[in-house]
């Protein structure tokens, strides 16, 4: 089953340009990790944020999280042709049976 | 070294077929996951071992079978698959099966793209 539910599916940006994508979870967590996928490639840690931390920063990258909502956010600043990929957020089940469920994923295309 | 590499990148095999797949990682550590990703879809687990033990199978087909050699290897053995198994297969690590929770990443492979003709 699948924790996570970003939107937008998919989104089409002007380099240059700020994207944000949403994530919304369902049960309780400690933590809730983005990563990145390159055209159906390994998947890459973006960033972390705990669940008593609202933002967290960097490099272009801005992730907050609101628990209140099961909710949470990234921002990517200042887009580049590069940023293309797929972006999910996933969450590890809390307690020593850990493992991590993903969301359905957002499309990022940046245009150059 | 962060690295996790698996083998082969590319695999295509009959239904017949037997062949595994090979991950390696030497960041010492305990947990190493299988995952399977079909296309436009996302990575859906499939085995988590936890100190080379099985510690969870998301009932997967035992045409797979997974296998941990010892902490740094993780094996999936393929057998009599079907069209429908082929997917990218994606191996991962991280600290200990707990660690996730505890707030560490998992750190992934490039991934094994298999075919079943």
């Known amino acids: 089953s699948q924790q996570g539910e970003e939107d937008p599916q998919a989104l089409s940006i002007q380099e240059g340009e700020n994207a944000t994508m949403n994530c919304s979870y369902k049960?309780?967590?400690?933590?809730l990790q983005w990563y990145r996928q390159n055209s159906g490639r390994g998947l890459v840690h973006l960033i972390l944020?705990?669940?008593?931390?609202r933002e967290k920063h960097s490099g272009r990258l801005r992730v907050t999280l609101d628990t209140s909502k099961k909710s949470s956010s990234l921002l990517i600043t200042a887009s580049r042709a590069a940023d293309t990929a797929s972006y999910f957020c996933a969450t590890p089940y809390t307690g020593a049976n850990s493992k991590l469920t993903f969301g359905k994923g957002i499309t990022l295309s940046v245009r150059p | 070294d962060t690295e996790v590499t698996q083998t082969p990148k590319h695999l295509v095999m009959g239904m017949t077929n037997k062949k595994s797949l090979k991950c390696e990682q030497h960041?010492?550590?305990?947990?190493m996951y299988w995952y399977k990703q079909k296309a436009k879809k996302p990575p859906e687990l499939m085995f988590v071992y936890s100190y080379e033990k099985l510690s969870i199978n998301e009932s997967v087909p035992s045409r797979f079978s997974p296998e941990c050699p010892n902490s740094s290897l993780l094996n999936l053995h393929l057998h009599a698959l079907q069209p429908e198994d082929s997917a990218l297969y994606l191996c991962?690590?991280?600290?200990?099966?707990?660690?996730?929770?505890?707030?560490?990443?998992?750190?992934f492979g490039q991934g094994t793209r298999l075919t079943v003709v």
């Open positions: 049960t309780s967590i400690n933590n």
């Open positions: 960041m010492g550590h305990r947990a």
């Open positions: 944020i705990r669940s008593n931390e």
């Open positions: 991962a690590s991280s600290q200990e099966r707990g660690s996730l929770g505890r707030g560490t990443e998992a750190f």
